[in-house]
């Protein structure tokens, strides 16, 4: 069965500095999704950012990047120049691909706080 | 693009009542919706996963009985808890995917109260 680890339940980073979030997952799948969902405390799960698997490049969005590391089963999140807006509820989640039903499996999540 | 919206935001209602959540994709059909519980500080719970036209396959342990979902159009699902009780008492959040995308777009959640 797939897995999705956080191992860090609790992160602090000061503004307009730099702070990367972990997320390993264990599948035995060769196609499947890699997703970063935020949920500011308005509890709405925001998209952040998506990596298939097959592409080796790292996928970015503006501020934010992933270190996709496929062999190592290892997808973290960087977020540079945070802002007070990015405090909230990191979730990482995985999808299998090429299923019409896909569920996704979310991690515990990791609760960023960013200091003024 | 890629819009979700979930209708009551809020709702408190009495023990042994129903209650009924909505779920819109508001500018894409949506072919999958999806429905998940969450507990304070803790991750999402799925419970269901529905195909429009399609009964819902329910994740173990979700009475089906007890939270019956309709997906009855491509851009529609709802969620109605049956004779609720302050257990039920949660948040409620909804996905939405559409046909050929591996991506899941979420509503902004239901808080549900049961006096």
Known sequence: ?116 | GAVVSQHPSWVICKSGTSVKIECRSLDFQATTMFWYRQFPKQSLMLMATSNEGSKATYEQGVEKDKFLINHASLTLSTLTVTSAHPEDSSFYICSARGAGGETQYFGPGTRLLVL
Not at chain 1, 30 to 54: C, G
Not at chain 1, 73 to 89: E, N, P, R, T, Y
């Open chain 1, 1 to 116: 069965a797939q897995t999705v680890t956080q191992s860090q339940p609790e992160m602090s980073v000061q503004e307009a500095e730099t702070v990367t979030l972990s997320c390993t997952y264990d599948t035995s799948e060769s196609d499947y999704y890699l997703f970063w969902y935020k949920q500011p405390p308005s509890r709405q799960m925001i998209l952040v950012i998506r990596q298939e698997a097959y592409k080796q490049q790292n996928a970015t969005e503006n501020r934010f990047s992933v270190n996709f590391q496929k062999a190592a089963k290892s997808f973290s999140l960087k977020i540079s120049d945070s802002q007070l807006g990015d405090a909230a509820m990191y979730f990482c989640a995985y999808a299998p691909g090429g299923g019409a039903t896909n569920k996704l499996i979310f991690g515990t999540g990791t609760l960023l706080a960013v200091q003024p």
